[in-house]
């Protein structure tokens, strides 16, 4: 896959995520409720199983997890949450993609419809953005000195992605969407089998895992990036603050490639 690595484009992100899991994991439980409603069992529903992936790649708590499984009969219950996208640019014309859990869709096209004229944006109407993305299945995996790039491809693509990408620290993998709960399930078994068979003599080896996940998910991945100058990069990252410091909002995804000192 061409391009700057998506990665380098969600590091920052992970670092404010550090400083907010308290929020962070909220989402992620209110997304494992919202798929536990129609079926709690991860081993027969899929977009339940996929979300818990995500969160473990957080490093939500299992409790945490079970909680939220087991609150979404009784805590949702009374709310009717929807999954709702909203497409918008951002300055310079920067493209942006949000995705929402909400139980009041005028407060959140009003919220995020504020937040992007704010900051030199608007929304835009469906559709006028994402044919700029590609839907795909994109797994972050931890690159160790025992995981080298060819044994992490082989295993990748035996598992059924469509590419890897080798970064410094970390093995990118890219997959249909179709295709991303088999490969997921695939590696996650594989580093089942690996622990397994790993010599037990040092501390600890059976917690360490093998094939490590940074990050597991369906993402919207621009097909191509632009270039902001300084200015506007500290604008359109305000911006992005913003959207994802709302209660309502997912994910946020965009266009703009970052430079690697808003990376680290």
Known sequence: MSGHSKWHNIQAKKGKADAAKGRIFTKLGREIAVAARINPNPETNSKLADAI????????????????????????????????????????????????????????????????????????????VSYNFDNKGYIVIERTVELDEDTMTEYALEAGADDVVAD??????????????????????????????????????????????????????????????????ETFLKMVDALEDLDDVQNVYHNVELPDEDEE
């Open 168 to 233: 410094e620290d970390v093995y990118e993998i890219f997959t249909s969407p179709e295709a991303f709960s088999d490969v997921r399930k695939y590696l996650e078994d594989k580093n089942t089998e690996l622990m397994a068979a790993a010599p037990k003599g040092r501390r600890n080896d059976e917690e360490e895992p093998k094939i490590k996940f940074i990050q597991a998910e369906v993402a919207m991945i621009a097909q191509n990036k632009i270039e902001l100058p300084q200015d506007k990069l």
């Open 53 to 128: 992936a995500k969160a473990k790649a957080a490093n939500m708590p299992n409790d945490n997890i079970q909680r939220s499984i087991k609150r979404a009969s009784g805590e949702l219950g009374g709310n009717d949450y929807k999954e709702l996208t909203y497409e918008g640019y951002g300055v310079a014309g920067s493209a942006v993609i949000i995705t929402t859990l909400t139980d009041n869709t005028n407060r959140t096209a009003g919220d995020v419809r504020s937040i992007l004229s704010k900051h030199g944006g608007s929304m835009g109407n469906t559709g006028c």
